[in-house]
């Protein structure tokens, strides 16, 4: 079942808990009956098509893992899977409730009951790729425009197809939601399904196969498929929108391509790429604006270099419009910033700090020249996401720049022996397991499990359920496991924000402002003194930056968001790892026992960026065509080396410390990487000299030769 269904459930068994407790065998038969009347007459009164569905829908099997104990306390056997067939048309309440079977839990009961409550109100809706789906659900995929879409694996020797799936909409299926049924989503993967690897010249062959699938189409039955375009996380994940033109309309590729905006002489192509995939960023729809309603000003610059950019993909949003997005979008209160998409515009918009911008009350966003990538005449800003305040964990990379910068190998055991116990003491009681519920899902609460684990430990104040056994298992086996291969570590004293410019230029050089709000525990406080500011990757020494966070009266609108300041010679952003303010998200913390005392200095990216951005001007300044574009997406899977450079360094790291003359090279050959999608700039080819012998044991790299690694990372591993 859905985690949507699975809190009808709960919400069914709350309500008719105390029915379900019978006094006496007698009345509780009494009751039994009248319900089962209850649910004929209902019945008659519904659509025989829709009762005939929900009755084909009731049975189906499950293969779930024991519970971990019986409804008696017994230990059960653990070591084979069961498969649980449950047919709701036949079930008796009487006889779930005083079932004596101690492989079923008294929640699984429960849940059975709930489950067999929404049938007999008609609340289940037929089954979709094998999930039960409530007719609140279904009003819900509506109301968060959600959408069906078709997916596709090919690998070198098969083609999987799956679907259709529930995926949240982008403008572009959003704008032909006739036509989702045509969309497809096409990944070309290896043969276990991961991104391919280890490519050499013997591959050519392959790449020439994928080549004609994206150039020619593909055909799946009776329909032609044809190359659309790919936004740049489908890119890195080597996937792309196909698309069928029916003959009963006249949309097609080149039909949906032109509504998205015009992409001419825009180079290189793999700019031109990256464009096209703009549109295809998942958002939910915000409201239309006119002409009158939005205007573009200035971005700022530094006085010393003209061509840095202070304001680099960030606007502002009158504050009044804001509160009308929320209230839209069902938010609980106002974010500080939004991220957005409108009419060839992409960046950040932050919340107006004067109640009027530009002094005129019927301006509702500014947009700056740094946000707008193309011409489009689609003027709805949609929004990709919003400032929220987000839970900071360290990892690998993070670990080894602050153990570069002197923090002690005690600090980091500290904290990871903080989180064990932690995970270790869910187990205890009740409160507990919420307490640490809430710890490790900050603002929101987790998934749907996570929410339905503390929403059922807050009422029934009871762990010891079996289902709620085998949840709480599972997620201290996954944070474990998270914890012992990515070094995923909780910082309590830390988030992760989305950053923006101080528009009241009142911040100095080397001063941020962050104000957090945490709903979930209803505290609100401005952080002051020495903070650690990085971004995700992080591989060059400089990428992990001492701040001082400090108050300002001026800015106490924002809220968890980080406030840069516009002074100095060159964006405080950039020297974190090349960021920006077109949506970056930031690693802050302000632990004592995480800050260093001097920065090292910072790599130069906007260098490289420049240097990057003459390069590919220099090519032809021809019409791209979508062939050009189709030939840029191949080139690039056989030059992603993106994943390769990170484990080098990784394992260069731990060796010989990330300030390393080859770790230093392997951090820059990253930085283009990364930047590959969008410059087309090749990052230069791994040579010999940059791969390491061997590999720490932390990796756990079994094809490789290995060393045990002493680092913080090996120790931390080996803990």
């Not at 690998?396 to 002197?406: D, E, G, K, N, Y």
């Amino acid at each position: 079942m859905s985690s949507n269904t699975l809190a009808a459930c709960v919400d069914k068994i709350i309500e008719f808990a105390p029915r379900w407790q019978p006094t006496s065998e007698k009345s509780n038969d009494e009751d039994w009956n009248d319900e089962e009347e209850e649910e004929e007459e209902d019945g008659d009164k519904e659509d025989d098509k829709e009762k005939r569905a929900n009755d084909e829908s009731t049975i189906r099997t499950y293969h779930v893992l024991p519970p971990l104990y019986s409804a008696t306390g017994k230990p059960l056997n653990t070591a084979t899977s069961t498969s649980v067939t449950i047919d709701l048309s036949r079930i008796k309440l009487k006889d779930l409730y005083h079932s004596n079977n101690d492989r079923i839990g008294s929640l699984s009961r429960l849940l059975c009951l709930g489950l067999f409550e929404l049938r007999r109100k008609h609340q289940l809706n037929q089954t979709i790729s094998g999930i039960y789906l409530t007719k609140q659900e279904m009003r819900a995929f509506k109301s968060k425009e959600i959408f069906s879409i078709r997916k596709v694996f090919i690998t070198p020797s098969t083609i999987q197809y799956e679907g259709p799936h529930f995926e949240e909409a982008c403008a572009v299926i959003r704008y032909f939601s006739k036509f989702q049924d045509c969309f497809l989503r096409v990944s070309f993967r290896d043969e276990d399904y991961r991104k391919l690897k280890d490519i050499n010249n013997s591959m050519d062959i392959l790449f020439k196969h994928i080549k004609s699938l994206i150039t020619d189409g593909l055909n799946i039955c009776d329909r032609k498929y044809k190359f659309l375009a790919f936004s740049t996380s489908q890119l890195r994940e080597h996937s792309c929108w196909m698309f069928h033109q029916q003959h009963t309309n006249n949309i097609s590729c080149e039909t949906i391509r032109e509504w998205m905006g015009d992409f001419q002489n825009i180079h290189p192509v793999a700019k031109m790429a990256a464009r096209l995939g703009q549109s295809f960023s998942t958002t939910i729809k915000g409201k239309e604006l006119s002409k009158e309603s939005y205007i573009e000003i200035d971005d700022v610059t530094s006085p010393i270099d003209r061509k840095v950019l202070y304001t680099d993909g960030i606007g502002i949003i009158a504050s009044w419009f804001a509160d009308e997005l929320s209230k839209q979008m069902n938010f609980d209160s106002t974010p500080s910033a939004f991220q957005i998409r409108f009419a060839g515009y992409k960046g950040m918009v932050c919340v107006s700090l004067e109640d009027k911008i530009a002094n005129d009350s019927k301006i509702r966003v500014a947009f700056r020249p740094s946000m707008k990538k193309f011409d489009s005449d689609n003027c709805s800003i949609d929004i990709v996401r919003s400032s929220d305040f987000s839970l900071s964990y360290l990892n690998r990379q993070i670990i080894l720049l602050l153990s570069s910068r002197h923090i002690s190998d005690s600090v980091f055991h500290h904290f990871q022996d903080e989180m064990l116990e932690k995970l270790m003491s869910i187990n205890t009681n009740a409160e507990r397991a919420i307490e640490t519920l809430w710890k490790f899902n900050g603002n929101t609460g987790g998934n749907g499990t996570h929410k339905m684990m503390i929403e059922y430990l807050s009422r029934f104040q009871l762990n010891t359920e079996p289902f709620v056994q085998q949840l709480l298992f599972h997620f201290q086996a996954f944070q474990l496991k998270q914890l012992r291969t990515k070094a995923r570590i909780l910082i309590e004293n830390g988030c992760v924000l989305l950053g923006v410019t101080d528009e009241s230029r009142t911040l100095k050089r080397e001063q941020v402002f962050i104000q957090i709000h945490r709903s979930d525990i209803n505290e609100t406080k401005i952080i002051q003194g020495p903070v650690i500011v990085t971004r995700n990757p992080c591989l060059h020494p400089g990428d992990i930056r001492r701040y001082e966070a400090v108050d300002n009266l001026q800015l106490h609108k924002l809220k968890n968001v980080i406030v840069f300041p516009m002074d100095g010679p060159r964006s405080m952003t950039a020297e974190l790892a090349g960021g920006d303010l077109d949506g970056d998200t930031f690693w802050i913390s302000w632990d004592s026992r995480l800050i260093f005392t001097k920065n090292y200095t910072a790599f130069c990216y906007s260098d490289q960026a420049r240097q990057a951005n003459e390069s590919t001007s220099n090519t032809s300044k021809q019409s791209y065509t979508i062939a050009d574009v189709c030939r840029f997406f191949v080139e690039y899977m056989k030059a992603d080396n993106l994943g390769i450079i990170a484990t080098w360094h990784l394992a260069l790291a731990d060796l010989y410390g990330v300030e390393y003359e080859e770790c230093m090279r392997l951090a820059a050959m990253h930085s283009i990487a990364v930047d590959f999608v969008k410059t087309g700039n090749r990052p230069p080819s791994l040579t010999k000299d940059l791969q390491p012998n061997t590999y720490p044991h932390f990796m756990e790299k079994k094809d490789k030769p290995y060393h045990v690694s002493t680092s913080i990372l090996g120790q931390l591993y080996d803990e």
